[in-house]
């Protein structure tokens, strides 16, 4: 029998998941890990969580449970994916420091992945130690558990880079073929960001222009006959656009019926057709597509400490695979004194 390939992918708990999440990676997880060809960890980052909210500890904590609730009510089933919580595996911290060693101040400040995030929270000169560092941390994640396929989205693309680099410097530096080259596993070209209810690139929760997984019924529709449109589409009778169109790039991306949704474009672009009119057509279709979602997620919320169970057993599973790998670099290194 073939060795399974690994996986290791996962989520800083900073608020609810959203439908972007899950259309740039749930939704492949689910996927993946019900073809039975992955041993798949999935992690609640919330170590990492903290390098930029560590003033705020309890917004990390009470997102741990909701990120824990959306896994399980998109499908992540524990019996086939390890859920575990990042700092309760103590072997992460030591791998972090030993890559530390192997990468330059000037390396990481190149990543341009962090230099992004790091624009984008206004950090200045007071970046915290821990986010500046975190694509160390990120990959000590992603070797502890020999995972050799990371789905991310194309912007995480630098990250993979630097694990590679690392796994690279330490297996010959101590010429032990210990640690493994991480490959990403990315959405379809076009599928991996969905723009906000506000027709921002991007749907962020510190936006605050999300849909989110656990929305009841009421909050999905309003927020859905708010989301933009085309600002020149006054008038019914109004020729209107479909490119830029935050409705019709959901029904691109929800609809099972594109021949509708092609339909409906040709008549948006003619003339006839109301914003209100696509907006109720996407309410249909989203409230189609979460309804099993949000009662999957009511169902386990109805059970927090089983919920809680289902990731300390994660957490034990996974602390036993990094405590062998951090067993092998620390002989690799030759600090493992005392046998």
Wanted: charged share 25%.
């Amino acid at each position: 029998m073939s060795k399974k390939h690994v996986i290791l992918t996962g989520d800083r708990p900073t608020g609810k998941l959203h439908i972007g999440h899950y259309v740039g990676s749930l939704k492949n997880r689910v996927a993946l890990q019900n073809t039975g060809d992955y041993d798949t960890f999935i992690m609640i980052a919330d170590m990492q969580a903290l390098t930029d909210n560590a003033h705020d500890p309890e917004k990390i904590r009470h997102s741990l449970l909701q990120v824990a609730l959306d896994y399980l009510a998109v499908g992540i089933d524990p019996a086939k994916s390890t859920i575990l919580v990042q700092s309760q595996i103590p072997a992460l911290n030591e791998l972090t420091m030993a890559y530390l060693n192997l990468v330059s101040v000037s390396r990481l400040n190149r990543n341009p992945t962090v230099k992004t995030e790091i624009k984008q929270k206004a950090f200045g000169e007071s970046v915290p130690a821990g986010f500046f560092i975190y694509p160390v941390s990120q990959a000590a994640d992603i070797t502890a558990f020999k995972a050799d396929t990371v789905p991310v989205g194309e912007d995480q693309e630098p990250m993979l880079e630097q694990t590679r680099e690392i796994v690279r410097s330490f297996n010959s530096i101590y010429q032990q073929d210990i640690l493994v080259e991480p490959e990403g596993y990315f959405p379809p070209k076009g599928q991996g960001r969905i723009p906000g209810l506000d027709g921002n690139a991007k749907m962020s929760k510190s936006l605050d222009n999300a849909i989110y997984l656990g929305d009841s019924a009421d909050e999905v529709q309003k927020k859905v006959m708010s989301m933009y449109t085309d600002p020149e589409h006054i008038h019914i009778e109004d020729p209107g656009h479909v490119e830029g169109n935050t409705v019709f790039t959901y029904l691109d991306i929800f609809a099972d019926d594109q021949e509708h949704v092609a339909d409906l474009k040709a008549q948006y672009q003619h003339g006839g057709l109301g914003d209100v009119k696509i907006k109720r057509y996407l309410n249909e279709v989203l409230q189609d597509k979460l309804a099993p979602i949000r009662e999957r997620r009511e169902h386990f919320a109805a059970d927090e400490a089983g919920v809680y169970d289902i990731l300390k057993q994660g957490s034990e599973r996974a602390n036993q695979v990094a405590a062998q790998t951090l067993h092998e670099v620390r002989h690799a290194i030759g600090i493992d004194y005392f046998g």
